[in-house]
């Protein structure tokens, strides 16, 4: 697989060895050390993937996150030292899809860049309706009410995953495993943050959702259309 | 009342109760003395003047007047006599005039000479001389006064010698006693409530400014460092206490703030050397992957190096953090966001993940859910709680040599139990009190297969402790150990009589305004 990614870190032993991993795993390093020069450097190298370190000099990694989004979907993994719920939620919740903590193995990074970048196959046209959304699989496109709605490529396939199976419940774990790409338990306060991002996108009043619903203690489901809210017989049956 | 009791009113209660002892002992003793002056000047007055009469109207120049009269002429003639002399003087209600002969002649039939007491009687007749006593009186309450005293008449007479006896009675004089202490009773109870009225007062308000030193100091106790005492403008001791009191805060918000001061330093302290090192160890840990992975290229020596490098930075890595965690503890910077926990599905997943480990040492892990008394549900932080557990049932894997590890879960009380029992060697009873130390190695020659950091159970006692829960062992050489979680329970919250309620539940995670191009 041929992908190119932008490394955004000050250390330069670790972005060496960043460099020979990601090159040995056949993907093609750009670097860059200081913040300030991140945007720039996303614009010339036009990355698949942004591998970005959280605390750097100059611009720090939420900033750069948060400025990466107002442009683009590429997928962002965040590295970060600190394990403390407040970082890690606010990494996410400035756009990051997934993040991995340091020290990490050269096989763990390789795996959270590999799900990043895989693009699922969609059998043919594919088109998901929804409520007021229309979703075109193939065009990676989302519409809602006819206008267009810009998704990153993580909120597309979270919601794709829900929408194919409307109604049934997702528990975190599930969309863990198939939108994350996590096999063993991974962190369940991915899924609560993409999922408010989502809302905010899709929902008419992301406070009250009506689109992405939650099943308290179960997880995420399309909600039945309409007003009327049926029974969730389905709760905790995932296929 | 005993010193025990005493001791337990409060302060106000005591004083006041003092005061009026001693204001009523005075009083008793003033009222006692006064009483007794007033009764001796009243009685001896009064027998003065009574003696003074008998002795007028016995008076010699009375039987002069009296020659040749018979003894009902005398008795006339003295009757006309004392009834000039009635009023202003002390009259006498009766007069008992009593001849050696026994021959009584009396002015009121009530008081004889059988009243005259014994004593005094003889002493008139034997002394020829007046005389007095106090006799309780025959016709009424009270007492009364007699004196006697002998009658002169006519010798001549057949009559004999006559001899008088006067019956005074007391009324005024007791009345006048009377009513003089029930002034001083009242006077004294007045006095009485004065005093404890105002010894309320004023120990209310000595006490004033030490109830406000209270409250303050409960303020403080409470946590408001900032709580001082009003400054007392008096330079009384009061005031000189206020101020000390307000100046040993100041000192102790001082230090507190310091300290508060230094933890906040050693948590930045932590969270830099945690970034600090762990971007480092990014770097090494992925260059010994590579060079363990590429290693079938090396010399042998070399490549054992690599085995090495890889093996035991993993426990580098397990070791770093688990001081880091232990540092965390320490700065006291761990806040604890409970979710409600299902124990027996926590355990489970503890199982199932050190299933390989118990599959490779063969050993049985079992677990059995006690519903009987209720859901095992806590108020937890369910990644700490997946560390205690799995420490302890992997700590029971590895005693355990050949057997099984036994785990249980259930309610109690108000508490969900977890024990984790094993068959394995069991715990000296000398290292029994030390194995939640740090470091602590019960068993130093055992080999370290696992690899443990040696920090496990300490990090497990921080956790539960964090959780307001407890953790004991119970241990017996050859017969296995039980460690024994207690955390406190919480009952489910009422499911939602159907499922709408529950669906529609917003999450409180804000989300910031984000626009983004595909």
């Known amino acids: ?239 | 009342m005993g010193r025990f009791s005493l001791a337990r009113l409060d302060l106000r209660a005591r004083v006041v109760l003092f005061t009026s002892a001693i204001v009523v002992g005075a009083l008793l003793l003033l009222g006692a003395a006064l009483h007794a002056l007033l009764a001796k000047s009243l009685y001896s007055q009064h027998s003065l003047e009574a003696t003074n009469q008998v002795r007028l109207l016995t008076a010699p120049n009375l039987t002069g007047d009296v020659t040749g009269l018979d003894t009902r002429q005398v008795q006339k003639r003295l009757e006309e006599r004392l009834m000039t002399r009635q009023g202003g003087q002390p009259s006498f209600s009766g007069l008992v005039l009593h001849s050696q002969d026994g021959i009584e002649t009396r002015t009121d039939a009530n008081l004889r000479f059988a009243h005259v007491p014994a004593a005094l009687a003889e002493r008139v007749v034997k002394g020829k001389e007046l005389a007095y006593v106090y006799i309780r009186s025959p016709v009424g309450p009270g007492r009364m006064l007699v004196v006697g005293a002998p009658f002169p008449v006519d010798q001549s007479e057949e009559v004999g010698p006559q001899y008088a006896y006067f019956f005074y009675p007391l009324n005024f004089q007791e009345e006048t006693l009377a009513k003089l202490s029930n002034f001083l009773l009242i006077v004294g109870a007045g006095l009485l409530a004065a005093v404890v009225i105002l010894a309320a007062i004023s120990i209310g308000r000595v006490l004033k400014p030490i109830q406000r030193a209270r409250d303050v100091a409960e303020e403080i106790a409470a946590g408001n460092l900032a709580a001082r005492i009003p400054q007392a403008t008096s330079q009384d001791d009061f005031g000189k206490l206020a101020e000390s009191f307000n100046r040993m805060t100041d000192n102790l918000a001082q230090k507190i703030g310091e300290l508060e001061h230094v933890g906040s330093l050693q948590a930045r302290f932590v969270s830099d050397v945690s970034h600090e090192l762990r971007t480092p160890l990014a770097t090494v840990r992925m260059a010994a992957d590579y060079i363990h992975a590429a290693r079938t290229g090396l010399p042998p020596d070399a490549q054992r190096a690599a085995v090495l490098l890889e093996r035991e930075l993993e426990r580098f890595e397990n070791l770093l953090e688990d001081l880091l965690e232990i540092s965390r503890f320490d700065a006291g910077v761990i806040n604890l966001e409970p979710v409600e926990v299902d124990l027996s599905g926590l355990l489970d997943e503890v199982v199932d993940a050190l299933d390989p480990i118990a599959h490779g040492r063969k050993v049985e892990v079992g677990l059995e859910v006690d519903r009987s008394r209720g859901q095992p549900l806590v108020a937890a932080d369910p990644r700490r709680l997946d560390r205690v557990f799995s420490n302890l049932v992997k700590n029971a894997i590895e005693h355990t040599e050949q057997g099984g590890v036994r785990i249980w879960v259930g309610r109690r009380a108000r508490d969900v139990v977890v024990t984790v029992a094993d068959e394995g060697e069991g715990i000296p009873a000398e290292d029994l009190p030390h194995i939640f130390e740090r470091f602590y190695r019960a068993d130093v020659h055992r080999a370290r297969t696992l690899g443990g950091t040696g920090l496990g159970l300490a990090i497990a006692l921080e956790n539960v402790n964090l959780h307001r829960g407890s953790i004991d062992v119970q241990s017996e050489v050859g017969h296995g150990s039980t460690f024994t979680v207690t955390l406190p329970a919480i009952d489910p919250k009422p499911e939602p009589a159907d499922d709408q309620a529950a669906e529609l539940q917003p999450e409180p995670v804000p989300v910031p305004e984000v626009a983004v191009g595909g």
């Open chain 1, 1 to 239: 697989m041929k992908g190119r990614v932008l490394v955004v870190d000050d250390d330069p032993s670790l972005g060496e060895m960043l460099g020979i991993v990601l090159r040995q795993e056949g993907f093609e390093p750009v670097f860059v050390r200081s913040g300030d020069q991140a945007i720039a450097a996303f614009h010339q190298a036009k990355p698949d993937l942004v591998l970005l370190d959280l605390m750097l000099p100059g611009k720090d990694g939420l900033e750069i996150c948060r400025e990466l989004r107002l442009e683009s979907g590429v997928p962002i993994v965040m590295l970060t030292a600190k394990t403390d719920t407040v970082d890690v939620v606010l990494g996410l919740e400035s756009g990051a899809d997934d993040y991995i903590t340091k020290p990490f193995s050269a096989k763990e990074l390789v795996a959270r860049i590999r799900a990043r970048l895989r693009r699922r196959d969609t059998d043919g046209a594919e088109t998901l309706r929804f409520h007021d959304i229309e979703m075109d699989v193939m065009a990676h496109q989302v519409t809602k009410v006819g206008k267009p709605v810009n998704l990153t490529p993580l909120e597309f396939e979270l919601l794709a995953t829900l929408a194919r199976r409307p109604r049934q419940v997702f528990t975190r774990e599930v969309l863990l495993e198939q939108v994350w790409g996590y096999r063993y338990a991974g962190d369940t306060r991915l899924v609560n943050v993409h999922v408010q991002r989502l809302r905010a996108k899709i929902e008419d009043d992301p406070e009250n959702p009506r689109v992405v619903q939650t099943v308290r203690g179960v997880g995420y489901r399309i909600g039945p259309e309409g007003g009327a809210v049926e029974s969730s017989a389905q709760a905790g049956d995932q296929g």
